[in-house]
């Protein structure tokens, strides 16, 4: 019974891990996919059907590259850098539930790393420790704009998780819950929060944007201003790390927004299928091919996320580093609070007057 | 042993060794890493109190916050070639006369404390789970947990007038 609830989340884990890094490393071929789409070329087609294999190829590249370190830099810290960059990334998605229950030998086990009742804190929790890889690598590389680049990416960084944790809050108010799992599955039948959270949404978009270093909010990376930002000292595969810690953010930040605004594994009319498929193939098969059909929607959903970013990369310019400053302090956290205003209001006033309305 | 006692002096050996390293190492940098390595571990200790609430805010106001404004601060500065001429004998005999009496302060007083038992029948292991504290803190303490937020919106209502530009104050 034990055994089999840890081998079925060693597994769960494993796959998770895997699914993680595979999506992010394909990420590279999908953001210059969706740029040539976009920019009217055909993007990579060399290496493989349609270019498939290109991010092999690219990583074989940065692994035979030349592995080096600049005679003035802070030795440790440069390698702690792009270390820390992967380490915190891959962190959050412990918490992120991926499905609901898998069943095996009467045994139900939750599709999730840890179920914990201060998910949303842990996310928040490693979301403003990824800062630390940036900063770490820039300083240690001796270089004025590597530090500027850093410096950067600290500002930006605690400016937007501000207004992030303000607009979570509104989510918190609603469901009265920190767990994920439980955040979840109060969206169940279509009561997903983007309906009664439009502006917190937008709101924790922008900020997770500003968190991932994505444009427009590229600023720590601003090859006309800063060479390479705060990785110009970088080659080889510790370079390659600190661009794959971004696809691996953007995946987990695309997962979070799926759990917090769409319902996670939620998708209309799945009470229907669930039925069907426990009537048709037993309440075990059944329970658990609908619990994988969840899941997928859930990949779904957070892939659409990874699009947009990509969408957005190619089609906004970049702000300037006063305009992301004011949009944060003086435009987001007002917002944000007004947004917690509304929303306590609302579950205060509006919503026993609502349902009275239809009792 | 059991494997929270063994957990427990793992943790141990690891925060005072940091802690050591914080005040030990020459570069401010290394010292900065050290006290957020430190964070980490007493974090470790309050999830083995089964204070999960307390070691994630932890985390993420220390350690996510205000160590990151610690080594923006400290990376801006450039402390690396401080003058070494400024510690000289006096400053440092002063320095070991205060460490030293504070040390005995500290240990004199947890010599007198004395810790209440601990009941393992009636003991709550969800008391510092976020549902509690929470009914406790808007509850019972509703006016010191409001005092204390109106402090904190002073200080930042200061911080803000501090950093506001006077009329005709040049822009560099």
Known sequence: MELTEFIIKTITILVVFVLTLVIAMYSTWGERKVAGFIQDRMGPNRAGPGGLLQPLADAGKMFFKEDFIPALASKWLFIAGPSLAMLTALLASAVIPFGSTIRYDGVEVVLQGVESNIGILYVFGVVALGVYGIMIGGWASNNKFSLLGAIRAASQNISYEVAMGLSLIAILMMSSSLSLGEIVSQQHGGNWNIFYQPLGFIIFLTCSFAECNRVPFDLPECETELVGGYHTEYGSMKLGFYLFAEYINMFVSSAIISTLYFGGYNYPGMDWVYNQLTASLGSTTGHNIATLIGTGVFFGKALFFIFFYMWVRWTLPRFRYDQLMNLGWKKLIPLAIINIIITGASVLFLKPFITSLLN | ?172
């Open chain 2, 1 to 172: 042993m059991n494997p929270t006692l063994s957990f427990f002096y793992f943790l141990s050996f690891l925060t005072v060794l940091s802690a050591l390293m914080v005040i030990l190492s020459k570069n401010p940098i290394h010292s900065v890493l050290y006290l957020i390595l430190t964070f980490f571990t007493l974090s470790g200790h309050y999830i083995l109190l089964n204070a999960q609430f307390l070691a994630a805010v932890n985390i993420i106001v220390y350690a996510g916050a205000i160590m990151v404004l610690f080594l923006f601060v400290i990376m801006f500065l450039n402390v690396k070639d401080v003058h070494e001429e400024a510690k000289n004998s006096l400053t440092k005999i002063a320095a070991a006369i205060v460490g030293g009496t504070v040390f005995v302060i500290l240990f004199g007083a947890y010599r007198k404390t004395i810790i209440a038992p601990a009941d393992p029948n009636n003991f709550d292991s969800q008391v510092g789970m976020i549902e509690s504290l929470g009914k406790l803190l808007f509850r019972e303490y509703l006016l010191p947990f409001e005092l204390a937020s109106i402090l904190l919106l002073v200080a930042m209502v200061g911080a803000v007038m501090l950093g506001k530009r006077e009329i005709g104050e040049r822009h560099f």
